[in-house]
């Protein structure tokens, strides 16, 4: 059974449609990526899942259990944890309460345990503890929210353009920290519009056009497709 | 007065320069019984000055109404300063909490034969009624919080502030019209209320300012006031932690709605009769520049600005004419010169000075082992 299953999403925002049945699945310990250009409806699709944003019709299912019209927060209890585009740190606390709020759904026990392998993974936050959030660069903070989001031992760790805004070589080191946190076991859906980034980590990926799931296939086809290459890569 | 539980933020200072040994710091326990001392020696000794006539009638009078803009203003502050909202209606939940309490301390001493002059004796039933009437008047506040604040709190901003400004009117109304309604006498309708028995005092409302510090200050260290916060940092961001946001700007209006309905429950003790006028506008605007010339999120600012803002105007009765327009030139000078209030966000507690004491963290040592640090950098 697929980890998460969406069937035929429909997602508006008032008369505008953004999500027009769009339908994909996750196996445990896989990659996917959703690209697409600006307003595709990649953004939707993850707060839809996460459960900010309630869905016009389609299903979603976690482990084969239905999440739709579920609370956000009771979503997060679930296994799903949701990095949110542009970062979205909390940018009054330090570095260290920013991470204990990610731990929000779990006892002070387990936070202890979890900090530990996320300082492991983000050594550069361990040396900012104390500091508040909103003083940190653009790649620290985009660290902070992933260590934010893995704070909750997610089964599902969804990322929203986590190169937003990014220097190239942090892009490469946040995606190889990507990479590295799926290899130890964590699923991940990403969002992005560095397609090319994407699609070479990628075990799978899903183009989005206007709100219609256009192509699908493996991540080394996708980055080779023509098609994809004209309309994402720069030809 | 804040007691703060040690906030295990490991580095939040430049250790190594300064910290060769291991740093001494205080147990929660016993900076509970430090600043409880120091609570209860304040109350002891500012009730023999009150008692023994080194505070007159008038000054025992503005003191009560600083202890009860005090809890106005840190309730205020739940609302704004914690949970980033803008409510323009904290008069209203005064006047509900203070009409209840009243309209229940009256009802009840009449029927069981308690008169003005047992409260002034301060006789054990009337401390009851004192206790049980303040709880009440904050209960009813409550309710009405929650029933404002649902609705209320699905808005943001502008409309947040102009939705609670409607609300609290239509408080002052019914206030106002609600005897012709029901029938029979109840708030007094535009007359007032009278008769109010004199049921504060400075001990017990300097005991409610403490305990309703310490409520808050507690509640803000807490999971749940960790959660308050997120939500003015970053709703979507809290949301997506898993914090009920709709749960948690609820429970912080309900709880602020709450401390206001106390101060509105003390409010009609000390002054002795209550009127719909006295609850317009012009009270929750009041309230709000107090906070936000205090600092908004900090404790203490609000404390010392609700202090100032409420003896300043009675130190400059002398200049009759002239005192609401340095009331408002101190205004504007700190808004231009300090505009993120006069404390900021800096919170006092005690124990964290007394901590910085123990291992001998004096302001000036420190820059000292700054320096010798770069030096040796």
Known sequence: MALLSVRDLHVSYGAIKAVRGISFDIERGEIVTLIGANGAGKSTTLNTIAGLIKPDSGSIELSGESIVGVRPHKIVEKGLALCPEGRRVFTRMSVAENLDMGGYTRTDAENAETIKVVYERFPRLRERVGQFAGTMSGGEQQMLAMGRALMSKPDLLML???????????????????????????????????????????????????????????????LHDDDVRKAYLGG | MANEKSTNVAGARPEGATATRARRTLSTPARYVINTILVVAFLVIGDLMVSGGAISRYQGFVLQQVGIYIIMAVSLNIATGYLGQLPLGHAGFMSIGGYSCAIFIIRVSEAIGVTSQDFINGTPVCGLLFVVGVVFGGLCAALSGLVIGIPAL???????????????????????????????????????????????????????????????????????????????DNEIAAEATGVNTTYYKTFAFVVSAFFAGVAGALYAGCIGVMAPARFGFMKSIEILVMVVLGGMGSMLGSVVSATVLTILPEALRAFADYRMIAYAVVLILTMIFRPQGLMGRYDFSLGNVIEHLMNGELPWARKKADKEADANA
Do not use: C, W
């Open chain 1, 160 to 222: 929203d353009e986590p190169s937003m805004g990014l220097a190239p070589i942090l892009v490469q080191e946040i995606f190889d920290i990507i990479k590295e946190l799926n290899r130890q076991g964590t699923t991940i859906l990403l969002v992005e519009q560095n397609a090319s980034m994407a699609l070479s980590i990628a075990d799978r990926g899903y183009v989005l056009e206007v709100g219609r799931t256009v192509k699908s296939g493996s991540g080394k086809e996708l």
């Open chain 2, 154 to 232: 699905r808005l943001k901003g502008d409309y947040l502030a102009i939705i609670t400004l409607g609300f609290a009117e239509i408080i002052r109304v019914v206030m106002l019209n609600i005897d012709t309604v029901v029938g029979f006498e109840l708030t007094g309708g535009a007359k007032g209320l009278i008769g109010i028995p004199p049921y504060t005092s400075f001990l017990n409302v300097f005991a409610v300012v403490a305990i309703s510090l310490f409520l808050i200050h507690t509640m803000m260290k807490s999971r749940h006031g960790r959660a308050i916060l997120a939500i003015r």
